[in-house]
């Protein structure tokens, strides 16, 4: 039986629709920002020039192209403040999600090996910070770890000395981690939950320890879950600008802070928008590596 023209109209919108969607939301804005990262800044409104003169026709637009260059990109790689915001966006988002990992492994494990009821329990443990506001949330920690903070008040009433942790690396990781964690707690749940207990038990009945057995068996097969928990907390990470603003203070140099303050402080729009474009090349690199494990695993 062939289908009709309006239901093959119909399935032809249906497949077009994510493609529409990424068109609007990622190209269109990608193509934007690729443009502002070519301009130079200019003392205008907007602060950015070339721009097309359309009353020229053709003229005004190859005026316009001609006006494109790379200028912004070699500044990026010749100023040290550039330089140091990008790598130490990537130290911190490295050791946050070496630490989210060491943490995060126990814990869905732990979860994964409980009953049904009491793993959707836990399970709803995790999701539920979700459910407040993320400033809010970074707020709170300001509210510990300021020196007149909850966690020194705790310790002098101990008799132990104040801590001074608010506007330090220390302040920034422990913020990435307790915001990112569930991140990496769902995706290593979601592969533990569904390994099967007797490959452990195969293996036990080898020769192998309880120990031995998770290092051979247990931990290769979640290595999927490692990955994709890695990359949904480090890519958002190198970006992050809330935590590393509010518990790192001014001193602290990440990618989202430069962003932000080439936009809004300096209106150097140009110079913004080559950071989020270095930014999103950089990220690329291990998607790209994640897929490509992924797919030699189906194959």
Request: hydrophobic share 55%; charged share 15%.
């Amino acid at each position: 039986m062939t289908r009709g023209p309006s239901r093959r109209f119909g399935a032809s919108w249906a497949a077009a629709l994510p493609y529409l969607w990424l068109g609007l939301f990622f190209a269109f804005p990608f193509v934007l920002v690729g443009k502002l990262s070519l301009s130079d800044t200019a003392l205008a409104i907007p602060p950015y020039a070339p721009r097309i003169d359309w009353s020229q026709g053709i003229a005004g637009v190859r005026a316009f192209l001609d006006g494109l260059d790379l200028e912004t990109y070699r500044r990026l790689a010749t100023d040290s403040l550039y330089v140091a915001a990008y790598g130490s966006s990537l130290g911190y988002a490295a050791t946050a999600t070496g630490i989210l990992l060491v943490i995060g492994y126990p814990i869905a494990y732990g979860i994964s090996r409980f009953g049904e009821a009491t793993r959707s329990a836990l399970v709803m443990a995790v999701i539920l910070p979700f459910w407040t506001s993320f400033l809010i949330r970074i707020y709170a920690w300001v509210a510990i770890l300021k020196p007149a903070g909850l966690l020194n008040g705790l310790l002098g009433a101990v008799g132990l000395p104040p801590l001074d942790i608010m506007n330090s690396p220390t302040a920034v990781i422990l913020g990435l981690v307790y915001a990112y964690l569930p991140f990496m707690v769902l995706p290593l749940y979601a592969v533990l939950e569904k390994q099967d207990e007797t490959l452990v038990e195969a293996a036990q009945d080898l020769g192998a320890s309880r120990l031995g057995a998770f290092w051979r068996v247990t931990f290769p097969l979640s290595l999927p879950g490692v990955a994709a928990g890695a990359l949904l907390c480090f890519i958002p990470m190198v970006g992050e600008f809330v935590i590393p603003d509010l518990l790192g203070g001014s001193e602290t140099l990440m990618l989202g802070k430069t962003i932000w303050t080439e936009f809004f402080a300096n209106r150097d729009w140009p110079a913004a928008s080559a950071v989020a474009i270095a930014l999103m090349a950089t990220l690329v690199v291990p998607i790209l590596i994640f897929q490509r494990s992924q797919a030699k695993v189906l194959r």
